[in-house]
């Protein structure tokens, strides 16, 4: 029988404050802070999801909804919304707040992909991570479009391998012109 387990049993919440060396130079947080954040709480998820080592494969779909400013703070909430065999998917979701005011807001959401490994934390190499039970609303609407997002992830990883393999590794200074 598979194993399953449930979004709550990867669900990951993080806080952070936003301070001044956060910001890019609008006045907002620096995407790549974000971004850093959400790959963090991510790995936790996954690792929650599958006990096991896991590697980042793709960041998809990263919607920043509103800007989050300083003295707000940032709360990232994570949980995987799907798994095939060895890859899973982890919702994120960004909520800001301003501290002064109490008001909550959506600041971003995105969808990452993992794919769990061999590795110091478990060297045996067949085997299957569990799949994921959604219980509340948002969970099952989430998770209802696991199997369309992973097809889509697919045909457009093909695409994008075929244009990777025609780009150039030699530094720009060092290419000859024809």
Not at 10 to 31: A, C, E, K, W
Not at 63 to 71: A, R, S, T, V
Not at 89 to 115: H, M, P, S
Request: proline share 4%; net charge negative.
């Amino acid at each position: 029988m598979e194993e399953e387990k449930y979004c709550k049993d990867s669900m990951v919440i993080q806080t952070h404050r936003i301070f001044p060396f956060d910001l890019n130079p609008f006045g907002y947080l620096f995407g790549g802070n974000l971004m850093t954040m959400i790959d963090d709480a991510a790995s936790i998820s996954v690792t929650r999801h599958c006990r096991r080592g896991a590697v980042t494969a793709s960041l998809d779909s990263l919607n920043f909804l509103k800007p989050l400013h300083e003295n707000h703070s940032v709360c990232v909430e994570s949980y995987v919304s799907g798994a095939h065999k060895k890859s899973m998917e982890v919702f994120v979701k960004i909520i800001g707040e301003d501290l002064t005011t109490g008001e909550r807001y959506l600041a971003a959401t995105c969808f990452t992909t993992f794919v769990a490994v061999p590795s110091h934390m478990n060297l045996e190499t067949s085997f299957t991570v569990p799949k994921v039970i959604p219980e509340t609303e948002e969970e099952k609407l989430v998770c209802s479009g696991y199997e369309k997002r992973r097809s889509a992830r697919q045909t457009e990883r093909k695409a994008y391998k075929e244009f990777a393999a025609s780009l150039s590794t030699d530094l720009p200074w060092t290419r000859s012109e024809d």
